[in-house]
């Protein structure tokens, strides 16, 4: 492979693509990439790997599955995030009365 033929391919990918991010959907490669993954990445990377023939640039409908899938992943984790904080609720019922004795060892309470 020549390498100046390579890089100039890489550079002319990257000229078409947005910057700062791209969104990329994997292709399947002979070392056990999977097709169909959808990642977003930094442009420079992503005109490597178009260039490389393991990833294309997704389509409007990869990119907003994608995007719905992250904000649904987020959600969850923001649920599960207030479900293991401590609650507290403080009780003011003058009815109640709180026993600050302790029973002693061995006693039996009548």
Request: aromatic content about 4%; charged content about 30%; proline content about 7%.
């Given at each position: 492979?020549?390498?100046r033929?390579?890089?100039?391919?890489v550079k002319?990918?990257?000229e078409g693509?947005?910057?700062?991010?791209?969104?990329?959907?994997?292709?399947?490669?002979?070392?056990?990439?999977?097709?169909?993954?959808?990642?977003?990445?930094?442009t420079?990377?992503a005109?490597?790997?178009?260039?490389?023939?393991?990833?294309?640039p997704?389509?409007?409908?990869?990119?907003?599955?994608?995007?719905?899938?992250?904000?649904?992943?987020?959600?969850?984790?923001?649920?599960?995030?207030?479900?293991?904080?401590?609650?507290?609720?403080?009780?003011?019922?003058?009815?109640?009365?709180?026993?600050?004795?302790?029973?002693?060892?061995?006693?039996?309470?009548p």
């Amino acid at each position: 492979m020549n390498l100046r033929t390579y890089y100039q391919n890489v550079k002319r990918i990257r000229e078409g693509l947005p910057e700062p991010y791209t969104f990329l959907t994997s292709l399947s490669t002979p070392n056990g990439g999977k097709e169909g993954v959808v990642t977003e990445v930094e442009t420079p990377l992503a005109a490597h790997m178009i260039a490389d023939l393991s990833a294309r640039p997704a389509t409007s409908e990869e990119i907003a599955a994608y995007k719905a899938e992250c904000d649904l992943l987020r959600a969850e984790a923001k649920e599960e995030e207030l479900r293991s904080k401590l609650r507290v609720t403080l009780v003011s019922d003058p009815d109640i009365q709180l026993e600050t004795s302790k029973p002693e060892r061995g006693a039996r309470k009548p």
